[in-house]
């Protein structure tokens, strides 16, 4: 089992930035991939960031490249996502989650390929 928590999400004008925290605690942390994805009322869960078990690799969707960033702390077993240049279109609840599943390596994107999940944080950017 592992239990994740996000924290740091809230309410900024366009073109700011926040940094959201990905506490994780249970199993060991330092072995998973950790993913970030985000989703709107009423739609699918999307796919937004991920980064490997040493922080050694990353890969963003495209529509947050170059504005947001994905880091790890292993040693205080929390991740971490800092966006920048947000947009209204940014606006959601995001969530982390732990990587379990590896149908391919070109599969992280998919939802399904994690097995633990935290509750969210709302990120609300206005216009």
């Known amino acids: 089992q592992m239990q994740l928590a996000e924290s740091g999400g809230g309410l900024v004008q366009a073109g700011g930035s926040l940094r959201l925290s990905c506490a994780a605690s249970g199993r060991t942390f330092s072995s998973y991939p950790m993913g970030w994805f985000r989703q709107v009322s009423g739609k699918q869960r999307e796919f937004v960031a991920v980064i490997g078990w040493n922080g050694g690799s990353t890969y963003y969707a495209d529509s947050v490249k170059d504005r947001f960033t994905i880091s790890r702390d292993n040693a205080k077993n929390t991740v971490y996502l800092q966006m920048n240049s947000l947009k209204p279109e940014d606006t959601a609840v995001y969530y982390c989650?732990?990587?379990?599943?590896?149908?391919?390596?070109?599969?992280?994107?998919?939802?399904?390929?994690?097995?633990?999940w935290g509750q969210g944080t709302q990120v609300t950017v206005s216009s």
């Open positions: 989650a732990v990587r379990t599943l590896f149908s391919s390596s070109s599969s992280y994107y998919h939802a399904n390929e994690y097995g633990y």
